[in-house]
């Protein structure tokens, strides 16, 4: 597989095939949720969008951890500020609530590889990925009751992924669960022996064979009817089908089925 990369400070990127590989590359700090790490991730984001030539996205981390969670040393460092840090710490908490949720409305599924350990915000940053892989080292965690600081904003994403008392044992004990228990309670998709860039890898080359029309129209419409009643979630659903269906690929997809052929997508 041959990569082409591009490196700036913070986070790295790698394509190959059809698929965009960010590393979260700040080891020194175990690529804490630092502004600006959650700003460079951001803007790496922001151009992923735009590409339709990048079908999927694998988030991964280089050094000793996946993500230590918010960067607690620049938190800190603002309790002298005259509010006390209170317009940073709002700036930081909504800027990584924002990050979280432009990954969920990335038109590309995201899928995290985490072989290592991933701590509150960075447990949350899994979780708010479409898909995640992890490796046999990997560790996932909520350990802000330890330091009296409760992980509201990583339960957010939590509760979404895993069941309410799954969700709130991790919450309430801090106590890490390894790979194998996250892939229990439903945090990850799947273990890989391997370690979890080859693993999030080989699925990611899975899904950048489908439609990237279908993609789009299926990724928006999981996370929007999520959320409403059934009715409504039925309602919405059905709209996407049609607009789904008038797409290129659905009638060039639903011709090579018929036809016993593989489709050739409209995106190349």
């Known amino acids: 597989m041959t990569l082409d990369a591009e490196t700036t400070a913070h986070v790295t990127l790698e394509t190959a095939a059809g698929v965009a590989i960010l590393t979260l590359n700040s080891p020194a700090s175990r690529n804490a949720l630092s502004l600006a790490m959650i700003e460079a991730l951001s803007g790496r984001l922001d151009a992923l969008a735009g590409r339709h030539d990048l079908r999927v996205v694998v988030l991964q981390a280089e050094g000793p951890a996946f993500c230590a969670g918010h960067d607690l ?51 949350q940053l899994v979780a708010s990925c479409d898909l995640a892989v992890a490796g046999p080292r990997a560790r996932f965690c909520t350990p802000g009751v330890n330091i009296g600081l409760f992980c509201s904003t990583p339960a ?69 009817q999520s959320e409403k009643p059934l009715s409504d979630a039925y309602e919405l659903a059905s709209a996407v089908m049609v607009e789904n269906m008038l797409a290129e690929d659905a009638k060039e997809g639903v011709s090579a089925f018929l036809e016993k052929r593989a489709p050739t997508w409209a995106e190349k």
């Open 73 to 123: 040393k620049e938190l800190t460092a603002h309790r002298n500020d005259p509010d006390r840090g209170r317009a940073f710490f709002d700036r930081t908490m909504r800027a990584c609530s924002a990050l979280m949720q432009q990954i969920v409305s990335l038109p590309q599924p995201v899928v995290a590889a985490v072989d290592e350990m991933a701590t509150a915000a960075g447990c």
């Open 156 to 224: 957010v994403a939590l509760s979404r992924n895993v069941a309410p008392k799954q969700a709130m044992e991790m919450l309430l004990t801090g106590v890490p669960i390894g790979a194998e228990e996250a892939l229990r309670i439903g945090l990850v998709n799947r273990m890989s022996a391997d370690g979890a860039r080859a693993g999030a890898l080989a699925l990611a080359r899975l899904i950048a064979q489908k439609s990237p029309q279908a993609i789009r129209f299926g990724k928006s419409a999981f996370y929007a």
